[in-house]
């Protein structure tokens, strides 16, 4: 099978799968206590207000006649609308989902080289006090909490030392280099949150390279350190290392409303839990949709990528 | 500082005067003259979702509060001192039963598209929240009203089901902006208002900008160029970004650390005794809280002191079971304070036939900033009378939906109100929506609907006091405290020495009414 049937069945995979997250999702709001018109109203609800505003917004028909009429949209490309503030659901996501791939984007280009480079030079120097320090400093900063992370950072880089802004304030029409300064924290508090489950793949990926046969040649034959490492093992390491980046780097675009919170950042996590909070289903829905579709993407990015690295599976027999 | 509200003596006169049908007449507020005019005022708010929308009647959080007040005008307001103030109503007057009211609108006010405003629009801001299928949380405030109609371009005619003297009080409610009328209906998604500010830009949750409307009747309010109001709902976040300048003022400083705060140069920590309050509303239906018995040991069991010293951290006072506030009008200050009372509380248990007693009180930090620990210290000072309270920790999640107002015992925070019968009828009165202690009791409701309309204010006085010792002693709601609104703001802000007390950050007006120094 090609390369492009395998897109093209996990693609038609990853809608069904799209349909099965959208019902469990919707199910899952409907589970929860309370509706969108109890929770608008909050404690200034009486019932004859409720009433008014399910009857308004359609809350009192049926669920299935609901999801129905919501995925009859969604199928036409339509999200449909906030139910709490009316406004097109594709509006309000839209910058919030261009700020959250910024952070990511940005995150991402700090922490993938550098774990790399760190996991390479780790496994080059194998036990060594690099190693070692590489290691318990990336395993610190991923077993510490992420916001805690930001509050360590705020403190040196904003409060002690005013270098940063405390708060990411994003807009929209601000200059590329003023939107990445201001981006700045919350981009190194995630980068320090990743690195080290890429950097120690990539470690234990070459290392477990660095046994078989061939290395042992290419090592008889004189070949520098770096040269075995880089040339002959890394290219055949790649492809549990792209695996892991995939995963890290969805991570970074759906794992991050602490980050958010603690930075001020708008981006889609607080949208998805403001709105959970309100019960606002088709914004809560249109989020979940969007995260599901890039873990989905993502996984099919890494493995596509693993069968390039690989003439193996590139030519199944 | 402590400011606290003082009605002045505008109001009482009107009182007299409006009634028998005289005209009121107020002037426009008058802000500090000569203030700075100029810069970009820019603040960090506690509250903001990205559900809130531009209808007013959904506006319920410090967010959408102070944004309303900035780019919305209103037929009258509450001024700094406490008092009623006319904004786009220049004048009213009352029947004599002061069940019909006549509103005369100002000439030359405007909406931000240049339109004059008219008693039209008025009719139908006010029909928003009243019509039939009407969704909006303000619908119980305007239910009084039977009818209301334009007559001429400048004179709106209010008729109410029964007087009410304070009437004019009740369009200084933050539902209810005048909003420009297409077809007898407002366009409130326009977000054209007739404030001193016009939106820029609204991104509900994250932001809204705004810039001064050069075009207000009233030079004297609002002196910045431009508002950045963002929502940092992160109190360490919110704490960070006053420290580190990112903002000029913050809400809701974190009582934990204010102490901290207070230390940093360059910032001032405001705090203004208001009405808020918080609450332990017991259902009076239902067993065991139907025996006043119950009641009183519950009341006589807390320690009050204690929860202002360690949950307010002392910005606060204590409460004595009446949400009247210390700085109203017809608060009754000869009311002996409740203190903590064990042998009390044992010698009402013993009066309602127990030896002990064993009940759920459920909270959750959604009620108040540490509601969990406050029903913690309740539950230890209340063993001491025999009483023991099983703390039932409920998600902050849907609580005002599935806890408040239902469970029997439970914990809640109350604004307060300026008018004490707005006060008693919103939360007290029998057959309120709100009534969270399900409480009928019927010399108070005699008394509400009496006070209501009784001009002679020594009477009225008699009638308030009366009310407020019958919720202390009978009343479903144990009210341990009330609570002083705290906020941070660089000393670059020109902050007034007399604040509103009816909300945080002067009354939620500070757009208008604060300038740079």
Redesign the interface.
């Known amino acids: 099978m090609g390369v492009l049937q395998l897109v093209a069945k996990r693609l038609g995979l990853g809608a069904v799968t799209l349909l099965v997250v959208s019902i469990i999702i919707f199910g899952a709001v409907e589970l929860l206590p309370g509706d969108l018109a109890q929770q608008i109203l909050g404690q200034a609800a009486t019932p004859e207000t409720v009433k008014a505003m399910r009857e308004e917004l359609g809350l009192d028909r049926p669920a299935p006649v609901r999801y129905v009429e919501w995925l009859g949209g969604a199928l036409q490309g339509d999200f449909g609308t906030s139910l709490a503030n009316k406004r097109s659901v594709a509006e309000q996501l839209g910058p919030r989902f261009t700020n959250t791939l910024f952070l990511a984007a940005l995150a991402a280009a700090f922490s993938v080289p550098i774990s790399i480079v760190l996991g390479v030079l780790a496994a080059l120097y194998r036990e060594s006090v690099f190693d070692r320090i590489a290691n318990v400093a990336t395993l610190t900063s991923i077993s510490s909490p992420e916001f805690f992370l930001g509050y360590i950072l705020i403190l040196f880089l904003s409060v002690q030392n005013p270098i940063f802004p405390s708060i990411s304030s994003v807009s929209a029409d601000m200059p590329f280099d003023e939107r990445v300064y201001v981006t700045l924290l919350p981009a190194i508090t995630l980068t320090l949150v990743v690195i080290a489950h890429m950097m120690r793949m990539t470690r234990a990926a070459i290392i477990a390279l660095l046994a078989s046969p061939y290395i042992e040649m290419a090592r008889l034959k004189g070949e520098p350190r770096w040269k075995v490492i880089a040339v002959h093992a890394l290219p055949n390491a790649l492809a549990p290392i792209i695996n892991v980046v995939a995963l890290n780097l969805a991570y970074l675009i759906t794992g991050v409303v602490l980050v958010e919170i603690v930075f001020v950042y708008p981006g889609v996590g607080q949208l998805l839990v403001d709105s959970v909070t309100k019960r606002d289903f088709p914004v809560v829905q249109a989020c979940c949709l969007v995260f599901a579709a890039t873990y989905i993407l993502l996984n099919l990015t890494a493995d596509v990528g693993a069968i390039l690295s690989n003439p193996r599976l590139r030519h199944p027999k | 500082m402590n400011t606290i509200t003082r009605h002045s003596t505008t109001r009482r006169r009107f009182l007299q005067t409006g009634a028998a049908g005289a005209a009121a007449l107020t002037l426009p507020m008058r802000f500090a003259h000569g203030a700075k005019k100029g810069g970009v005022m820019r603040m ?1 708010k506690a509250h903001g ?7 007013p009647g ?1 506006h ?1 959080n410090g967010f959408t509060v102070a944004f309303t007040f900035g780019y919305n005008g209103y037929l009258t307001e509450i001024a700094q001192d406490g008092s009623l103030a006319g904004q786009l109503a220049e004048r009213w007057e009352a029947s004599a039963d002061a069940a019909t009211w006549i509103f005369q609108l100002r000439k030359g006010a405007t909406f931000h598209d240049g339109r004059d405003i008219t008693a039209e629009d008025v009719v139908a801001s006010f029909n928003h929240h009243r019509r ?6 303000a ?2 405030i305007v239910a009084p009203i039977t009818d209301i109609k334009a007559d001429g371009k400048h004179t709106v005619i209010f008729t109410l089901e029964a007087g009410n003297a304070d009437f004019p009080f009740v369009p200084t409610d933050y539902h209810l902006p005048i909003m420009p009328s297409k077809d007898g209906k407002p366009d409130w ?1 326009s977000g054209i208002g007739a404030g001193a500010y016009r939106i820029r830009n609204f ?5 809204a900008d705004l810039d001064r409307y050069a075009d207000h009747w009233d030079s004297g309010r609002g002196h910045f160029d431009a508002i950045q109001m ?5 109190p ?2 919110r704490t ?2 006053v ?5 000029d003022a913050i809400d809701r400083v974190d009582l934990k650390t204010v102490h901290l705060l207070k230390r940093r140069k360059g910032l001032t920590v405001h705090s203004v005794a208001g009405n808020q309050h918080y609450t332990f509303p017991m259902r009076t239906n239902i067993a065991p809280f139907d025996d006043n018995n119950v009641r009183m040991a519950l009341k006589y069991a807390i320690n009050r002191e204690e929860l202002v010293e360690k949950i307010l951290q002392g910005f606060g006072v204590a409460g004595n079971d009446h949400p009247i506030g210390p700085g109203q009008r017809f608060f009754a200050k000869d009311l002996e304070q409740r203190t903590y009372d064990p042998d009390k509380a044992k010698h009402y248990l013993k009066q309602a036939g127990l030896d002990s007693l064993s009940v759920d009180l459920s909270v959750a930090d959604a009620a108040f900033a540490g509601a969990v620990d406050a029903g913690v210290l309740f539950g230890e000072s209340a063993k001491a009378a025999g009483i023991e309270l099983n703390i039932v920790r409920e998600p902050n ?2 609580y ?3 806890v ?1 107002n239902k469970k029997p015992f439970c914990a ?1 925070y109350w604004g307060g109100r300026v008018v004490e019968d707005q006060m008693f009828s919103t939360a007290y009165a029998s057959g309120a ?2 009534n969270d202690t399900a409480w009928e009791h019927e010399k108070f409701n005699k008394l509400l609907v009496e006070a209501r309309t009784e001009l002679d204010e020594a009477k009225r006085r008699e009638m308030y006091t009366e009310m407020q010792q019958i919720l202390r002693d009978e009343g479903g709601a144990l009210i341990p405290m009330f609570a002083s609104y705290v906020f941070a703001a660089s000393d670059k802000l020109a902050v007034p020495a007399q604040m509103s007390s009816d909300a945080a950050l002067d009354g939620e007006r500070w757009m208008e009414r604060w300038s740079f120094a």
Do not use: F, H, M
Request: proline residues 4%; aromatic residues 6%.
């Open positions: 960090g979702q990205t559900v809130d929308s531009l209808d959904t319920e039939e299928d009407s969704t909006s949380a619908k119980p998604q991104d509900p949750g994250v932001r963002i929502t940092i709902v992160d360490a976040a960070n970004a420290i580190t300048g990112e903002v999640d849907g005002w939906s599935n408040w809640c929506a709100w």
